[in-house]
């Protein structure tokens, strides 16, 4: 069975960093797309960061320049190094991957989420 399992997180004071990484386990063809989505208290699920197979990234506008999405070196990871935090970025961070199962089947998942606390 898939799982993602994620590390990381905590507690940051303000303009610190964060890192946190993600690994895909069990048996799978390929992983298409991994991303970091956080939600905050009271808010909706934002995208972070994305990656694809084929190296695109993509970032929220409040992240840009202060956070990278890359692959690690075993290609079933991905780590978000974050840096410039604000307490804005406060929130629970889930790992979410869509994973080819097999040539004709994709299924997405998620990790148990992290818990990122930055303190003004």
């Known amino acids: 069975q898939v799982q993602l399992v994620e590390s990381g997180g905590g507690l940051v004071q303000a303009g610190g960093s964060l890192s946190l990484s993600c690994a895909a386990t069990g048996r799978f063809l390929s992983i298409i797309r991994m991303a970091w989505y956080r939600q905050a208290l009271g808010k909706q699920r934002e995208l972070v960061a994305a990656?694809?197979?084929?190296?695109?990234?993509s970032y929220a506008d409040s992240v840009k320049g202060r956070c990278t999405i890359s692959r690690g070196n075993a290609s079933n990871t991905v780590e978000l190094q974050m840096s410039s935090l604000e307490p804005e970025d406060t929130a629970v961070y889930s790992c979410?991957?869509?994973?080819?199962?097999?040539?004709?089947?994709?299924?997405?998942?998620w990790g148990q989420g992290t818990q990122v606390t930055v303190s003004s």
């Open positions: 990656t694809t197979s084929g190296g695109s990234t």
């Open positions: 979410y991957a869509l994973i080819a199962n097999s040539m004709s089947r994709y299924d997405n998942y």
